[in-house]
Structure formats: C-alpha cells, structure tokens
C-alpha cells in the first residue's frame, strides 16, 4: 500500500479563517505515478471571521464555488459571511447536511454523546452525517451535489467545502472524495487528523465552551474528545462503510450520489501525473 506524508504545505494561510488547507497532492495507492489534483478541492472551516487580507488571498486561489455545509441555524448563530468578490465570479451554495428538524435539543444530545465516546462514538456519528448528507429527504442534496461537481464532464471548478470547524461534517465528504479517487484509507486518515494543527488555536475555547453544556459539565475528557480528529475515527469510519457497503464506491453508488460512469469521471478529473 503506497503511502505517503502530507503534501507540502497543505495549509494555506486566509487570515481570519481556520483550518485552511488543499486536500490535493496524496498518491493514489494503486497507480505509481499518479496523484490527487492539487488546487481543486479545498476545506476550511467558517468564513464569517474572514478580514480583508484574507479575502484578498482567498481570491488568488481562483475559487469558483463555496459548498457551506452548515444548517441554517448555524449559519445564524454566527452571522453572514462578509463578502469575498464578485459574486457573478463566486458562487456560495448552501449545502446543509443537517435539516432544521435535527437540531432538536435531544438530536443535540444524541450527536453530543456519540462524539465523547472516543473513536467508535465518533464512528457513529460520521455514518450519521454520511446517512443525512446522502438522504433523498435532504432537498440540498450536499454530497451528491459537490461529487457531481467533480464528476462534470467539463473540467470542473475549484471549489471550497466547509461547515463550522471544518472538521465532522467538512471531513466525511473529503474522505469520499480522497477515497474515490484512489488514496489509501491511511493517506485518507492522516489528511483528516490534520485538523487537529488546523483547529489547535481554537482548542482551549471549544472545550470550554462544550464543558457548559450539561452533557459535558461532569466529563472534561469527552469535551476534549469533541475537538480532536484522530486518524483511528476515519480508519474506522472507512472500514464500517466496507462493512456494510463492501466498498466505497458501492456506498456511493448505493446512495444514488454517483453512477459508476460519474465516478470514473471523477477520477478522470481529480487524478494526474505526479
């Protein structure tokens, strides 16, 4: 299995935004010579803190489309998102994983307990966000819109993926996208578990925060859990979809998100010579 460190540099600095980076450059594990395209598919997370200088370098990245994976409610709990360009250049589409319905104080608590239990609650609650993003119910249709970007038959537009932190919701559709194109399942892994450098300056606020929450008030660990992103979650996120699916892109294609041809063609736009 070919494996390899992060590619160079894969965060770029957009000042007033974490968690920046290019999810480009791993080696496909099976074709010697190939690689991921890097400038196409970036992940960050919210843009709302953006300054002026972070916009400005936001546009030298020729960035087409903004998927926000964030509920509404998000959205509004933390304000618009101040403006990035000509919106004729860029197109923000909001993409919610989550419907309103799900926000309810006891879905709150469920989510809340499934991600201080480790890794396996963790698991469980990525196989919820893949469940929700690739729900026919869900009119947004988050996943299967941004695969079906990548897998245009014209050569696609970079694009940006982010909800809040850029971590849960941010780093399933990632690990798909990684996973479709060829990367092994550590490569996947250790591009996810670098959101830990990507959230580090937030980390102490977040544990503070969640540990005013009820179901955290009397267990430090698992608020501390709740910031992480350790590569034994998406390990184990990647081998409960095998186990269920037999393989990522039966998953894809059982979900309706991509047809076989769509997912060659993804391919055929995402994979290039080293």
Same mark, same amino acid.
């Given at each position: 299995?070919?494996? @390899?460190?992060?590619?160079?540099?894969?965060f770029?600095?957009?000042?007033g935004? !974490?968690?920046?980076r #290019?999810i $480009?450059g791993y080696?496909?594990s099976?074709?010697p010579g190939?690689?991921?395209?890097? $400038?196409?598919v970036?992940?960050s997370g919210e843009?709302?803190?953006?300054? #002026?200088?972070?916009?400005?370098?936001?546009? /030298?990245?020729?960035? /087409?489309t903004?998927?926000d994976l964030r509920?509404?409610r998000d959205?509004?709990?933390r304000?618009? +998102?101040?403006?990035l360009?000509?919106?004729k250049?860029i197109? /923000?589409?909001?993409a919610?994983?989550?419907?309103?319905?799900?926000?309810?104080?006891?879905a709150?608590?469920?989510?809340? @307990?499934?991600? *201080?239990? *480790?890794p396996?609650g963790?698991? @469980?609650a990525?196989?919820?966000? !893949?469940?929700?993003?690739?729900?026919?119910?869900?009119e947004a249709?988050?996943?299967?819109?941004?695969?079906?970007?990548l897998?245009?038959d014209s050569p696609?537009?970079? &694009?940006?993926?982010?909800c809040?932190?850029?971590?849960?919701?941010?780093?399933?559709?990632?690990?798909l996208? !990684?996973?479709l194109? *060829?990367?092994s399942d550590?490569?996947?892994?250790?591009e996810?578990n !670098?959101?830990n450098i990507g959230? /580090?300056?937030?980390?102490?606020?977040?544990i503070?925060s969640?540990?005013?929450?009820? %179901?955290?008030?009397?267990d430090?660990?698992a608020a @501390?859990?709740?910031v992480l992103?350790?590569? %034994?979650?998406?390990?184990?996120?990647l081998?409960?979809?095998? +186990?269920?699916? *037999?393989?990522?892109?039966?998953?894809?294609?059982?979900? $309706?998100?991509?047809?076989d #041809?769509?997912?060659?063609?993804?391919r055929?736009? &995402?994979?290039v010579?080293?």
């Amino acid at each position: 299995m070919t494996t @390899q460190t992060p590619p160079t540099e894969p965060f770029i600095d957009i000042p007033g935004v !974490l968690n920046f980076r #290019d999810i $480009g450059g791993y080696l496909i594990s099976h074709s010697p010579g190939k690689k991921v395209r890097l $400038g196409m598919v970036f992940r960050s997370g919210e843009l709302t803190k953006i300054t #002026d200088d972070g916009t400005s370098s936001f546009r /030298k990245l020729d960035i /087409k489309t903004i998927y926000d994976l964030r509920s509404l409610r998000d959205r509004n709990a933390r304000g618009p +998102d101040p403006p990035l360009g000509d919106m004729k250049v860029i197109e /923000k589409i909001s993409a919610p994983v989550f419907l309103e319905e799900d926000f309810s104080p006891e879905a709150i608590a469920i989510r809340n @307990q499934n991600y *201080g239990n *480790g890794p396996e609650g963790f698991i @469980q609650a990525y196989l919820s966000i !893949l469940a929700s993003g690739s729900s026919p119910s869900n009119e947004a249709r988050p996943f299967a819109r941004i695969l079906s970007h990548l897998a245009s038959d014209s050569p696609p537009t970079p &694009l940006l993926i982010h909800c809040s932190a850029g971590k849960d919701r941010t780093g399933v559709i990632c690990a798909l996208i !990684l996973s479709l194109c *060829g990367v092994s399942d550590e490569d996947v892994a250790r591009e996810y578990n !670098l959101t830990n450098i990507g959230l /580090k300056p937030l980390h102490e606020t977040i544990i503070t925060s969640l540990m005013n929450n009820e %179901e955290f008030r009397m267990d430090a660990e698992a608020a @501390q859990n709740m910031v992480l992103a350790e590569k %034994e979650t998406m390990l184990g996120t990647l081998g409960a979809i095998r +186990d269920f699916y *037999g393989s990522v892109e039966s998953c894809v294609t059982g979900l $309706g998100l991509l047809s076989d #041809d769509e997912i060659e063609k993804l391919r055929q736009n &995402l994979i290039v010579d080293v």
